[in-house]
C-alpha cells in the first residue's frame, strides 16, 4: 500500500499539474469515444494499450471479459452496457480477451472449479465458445486450442452484446460499432476480428484505412 500512496502523491505532484486543463474539462461530463470490456486480470493495462487519455474510454471489467446475453436480472455489465449505449451514446463497442486467461483456462476445464462456484457458474456464459473448440479443435494442441478459445470467446460475447436492447436499437440505427480484440501479453500485439474474413488479424491491417485517413487529418470514425 506505501507503494500506492507515492503513486497518488506522485500524480498529485507532477502528472496532474500537466494536465490540469483535462481533468477540470472531465470534472463536467464524460463523452467517451468507447466501451471498453476487457478482463479484470492485472496485466491489461487499457490506457497504455490503447494509449488513451482519461475520459476516453468506459471500461467495464470482469473475469473473462464476458458479455452475458440480455436477461430479466440486472447485473453491474449488464446495466454498465445500457449506461454506456444509451446514455453516453459511444460509437464504439470493443470486447477484448487476452493471452494467458485464468478464466479461459478455468472454462476449459470446470471440473477444476467445484471450490469456485460463482465463478463456475459465471464462465457457463463461454460454454459455447468451449463446444466449438472441444468439435472443431480437437485435434488441435493445447496451446493453439486455447488460441482458438480465446478468439472464439470474443465472438460469442459479440454476440451476447447484441441481444442487449440498448445495442441492438443502436445496430439498427447504424450508429454504433462493435470490435472484437484479443491482446498478446507477452508480446504487445492486439489482433482484431474482421467479420469479412471471419478471422482475427493484426489491428494495423484490420483498421489499415482508418488509419490512414487520422494520419491525414481525416475523420477515422
Request: glycine share 8%.
Amino acid at each position: 500500500m506505501p507503494h500506492f500512496a507515492a503513486g497518488v502523491v506522485r500524480f498529485q505532484n507532477e502528472v496532474y499539474p500537466a494536465k490540469k486543463e483535462l481533468f477540470e474539462k472531465l470534472a463536467t461530463g464524460q463523452s467517451p469515444e468507447a466501451l471498453f470490456i476487457t478482463c479484470s486480470d492485472s496485466r491489461i493495462e487499457t490506457a497504455m494499450i490503447t494509449q488513451t487519455e482519461p475520459g476516453e474510454l468506459f471500461i467495464v471489467r470482469n473475469a473473462g471479459n464476458i458479455v452475458p446475453p440480455h436477461m430479466i436480472q440486472t447485473g453491474g455489465t449488464t446495466a454498465s452496457i445500457e449506461f454506456a449505449a444509451a446514455a453516453l451514446k459511444v460509437p464504439h463497442i470493443v470486447i477484448c480477451g487476452h493471452t494467458e486467461c485464468g478464466a479461459m483456462k478455468g472454462a476449459m476445464n470446470p471440473e477444476g472449479l467445484d471450490a469456485l462456484p460463482h465463478i463456475k457458474d459465471w464462465l457457463g456464459f463461454s460454454k459455447a465458445a468451449v463446444d466449438i473448440v472441444n468439435e472443431m479443435g480437437r485435434d488441435l494442441d493445447d496451446k493453439a486450442k486455447m488460441k482458438m478459445l480465446l478468439e472464439q470467446n470474443v465472438i460469442l460475447q459479440l454476440q451476447h452484446l447484441k441481444t442487449h436492447p440498448a445495442v441492438a436499437v443502436r445496430l439498427a440505427k447504424g450508429d454504433v460499432k462493435l470490435h472484437g480484440w484479443v491482446y498478446d501479453i507477452k508480446t504487445g500485439g492486439v489482433n482484431a476480428y474482421d467479420e469479412q474474413q471471419e478471422k482475427f488479424v493484426p489491428v494495423d491491417v484490420r483498421y489499415a484505412a482508418e488509419m490512414a485517413k487520422l494520419a491525414t487529418g481525416g475523420c477515422a470514425a
